[in-house]
């Protein structure tokens, strides 16, 4: 069991919570994610770490209500436990592979969109902790659904708050601040941007027209996380790839946007999951290569 150390709801439908998990915390690293399961029978959700102390032995996970399992889940308190953790997995983010000197040269800009500032953070968090300043633009409709300020406002060099309706910070979209930001003679090396597919679709275009390299996280579309389930294959620069085992980042100039957001939508309906099984064949189902599906 693991147990539950703090429950805390973020705004309406999103909460955060602190989980007992030494082993996972001891090897996580920015980018990565994990799976819980809330008891015997429950359903494997699949969660990006926000942040991790290894002393402590803890991880922190941010989720959004969108079904019956999450639902369970945000009336968990802290003291209750999770039967299952299982982490990290998928690929830390590329930067942390880098030489810090090296990184100190670039100018990376962070976009996260509602619920995208939960894995956002722990890499503008590792950024600050070698000394990397970063621009951060945190995006929500309205001012009651923007998180993680306060975190993010400690480890940003700059950070930028908008909403779509302007009640809180700027007023507008995410891809106004960059062409706010760009226009107002910023030069950014490599932009990540992290959110709903839609959000990342639409800053990828903007990005690709003002030549920034951008890198985007796929995990919007996973259901299994390991492999099994087919359900996060994507394109990737006319590639198949599966976001939980090749990702859960990758060049955001390269993904088929439009095929992902279609097949996410088709994987939630049975019927939907069929069609995929008979258009996608023997490539459907452990194509990756990774899980063992396809021998």
């Known amino acids: 069991m693991y147990k539950i150390t703090k429950a805390e709801k973020l705004a309406d439908k999103i909460y955060l919570m602190d989980v007992e998990a030494k082993r996972v915390a001891q090897a996580c690293q920015p980018g990565e994610f994990l799976i819980v399961k809330t008891d015997k029978v429950g359903e494997r959700i699949p969660l990006t770490i926000c942040d991790y102390d290894r002393e402590a032995g803890t991880v922190t996970i941010v989720f959004q209500v969108v079904g019956a399992s999450t639902e369970r889940m945000s009336h968990l308190k802290a003291g209750d436990a999770f039967e299952d953790v299982t982490g990290p997995l998928g690929c830390a983010s590329e930067f942390i592979h880098e030489d810090v000197l090296e990184l100190k040269k670039k100018k990376y800009l962070f976009v996260a969109g509602g619920v995208g500032a939960a ?90 027209k003002l030549e920034i390299p951008t890198i985007v996280s796929m995990n919007p579309i996973m259901v299994d996380g390991t492999g099994m389930c087919g359900a996060c294959r994507l394109t990737v620069g006319g590639e198949v790839k599966f976001a939980c085992v090749d990702g859960p980042e990758f060049d955001g100039h390269l993904v088929d946007f439009d095929q992902a957001m279609k097949r996410q939508t088709m994987y939630k309906t049975e019927e939907g999951r069929a069609m995929l099984k008979l258009q996608e064949g023997d490539t459907h189902h452990g194509g990756c290569g990774h899980c063992g599906g396809d021998e």
């Not at 894995?119 to 001012?143: L, N, R, S």
């Not at 932009?191 to 597919?197: L, N």
């Open 119 to 208: 894995p956002v953070y722990p890499q503008v968090k590792w950024m600050h902790e070698h000394g990397i300043d970063v621009d951060v633009i945190v995006g929500a409709k309205t001012k009651d659904l923007v998180i993680l300020e306060k975190e993010m406002e400690a480890v940003a060099g700059n950070l930028y708050v908008t909403t779509d309706d302007g009640s809180y910070g700027r007023h507008g979209m995410v891809t106004s601040v960059v062409e706010e930001l760009v226009g107002a003679g910023n030069k950014y090396d490599v932009c990540v941007a992290i959110g709903p597919m839609i959000m990342m679709k639409f800053v990828c275009l903007l990005t690709k």
